[in-house]
């Protein structure tokens, strides 16, 4: 049996800690090991902790937003799902920089939170609905910074791959889809990555949405 998906949850309100944990508990292949109730130590639990994949609210002391960018840079192997109430264009957009991989609200019902939590672990990018589309709407406004010149590194097949990718499909999706092996497809979304100078999935979709590789 593979080992349980490791996880923390950073969220400074006691009892929807303790809602999580008593859910995710039920679980045979999630493993609560860790709590945090601000930026700093969900940080610091992380740094202690390994965990596999952290679930950061965005209002905290010291702000989600930070907690993210501290556990990017201080744990690098863990992925963080963000699950907040908040759906504000600033603050998505602010905390996928800051390195978030998924971003879901609140509102989602367990089995989504549980299926998210899975594909987040495996490094796949799943987004709210609502967010998804709030996220389009502010990178396609006035003002993005996206250089579609960064475009003319790819080959046709790696803009066939970026384009997938955009749409938040995972690896065997994507193989699928395109006729080609998984293990293609993960070279491709490496080559992807370091051609983009991008960290994640979720930086590639915004750039494919800026660029206009999607529309």
Not at 82 to 94: N, R
Request: overall charge negative; some cysteine; hydrophobic content about 45%.
């Amino acid at each position: 049996m593979n080992s349980p998906i490791r996880v923390i949850v950073a969220d400074d309100h006691v009892l929807v800690r303790r809602g999580i944990r008593a859910f995710l508990d039920t679980c045979e292949d999630l493993a609560i090991v860790g709590e945090a109730d601000s930026a700093e130590s969900a940080a610091a639990t992380c740094v202690e902790l390994s965990p596999d994949v952290a679930l950061v609210d965005l209002v905290m002391p010291g702000g989600g937003v930070e907690a993210t960018r501290l556990i990017r840079a201080q744990s690098p192997a863990t992925q963080v799902l963000v699950l907040t109430s908040y759906e504000d264009d600033g603050q998505i957009v602010q905390a996928i920089q800051a390195g978030a991989l998924s971003y879901l609200l609140k509102d989602a019902d367990a089995d989504t939170l549980v299926d998210a939590i899975r594909r987040t672990a495996r490094g796949e990018s799943i987004l709210h609905p609502r967010v998804a589309t709030r996220l389009i709407q502010a990178v396609r406004s006035p003002g993005g910074d996206a250089q579609p010149t960064a475009l003319d590194r790819l080959s046709q097949r790696e803009r066939e791959v970026l384009e997938l990718m955009a749409d938040g499909l995972s690896n065997q999706v994507i193989a699928t889809r395109m006729g080609i092996g998984e293990k293609t497809v993960k070279t491709h979304v490496s080559n992807v990555l370091a051609k983009l100078d991008l960290d994640d999935r979720t930086q590639a979709a915004v750039f494919a949405w800026r660029s206009g590789v999607k529309s």
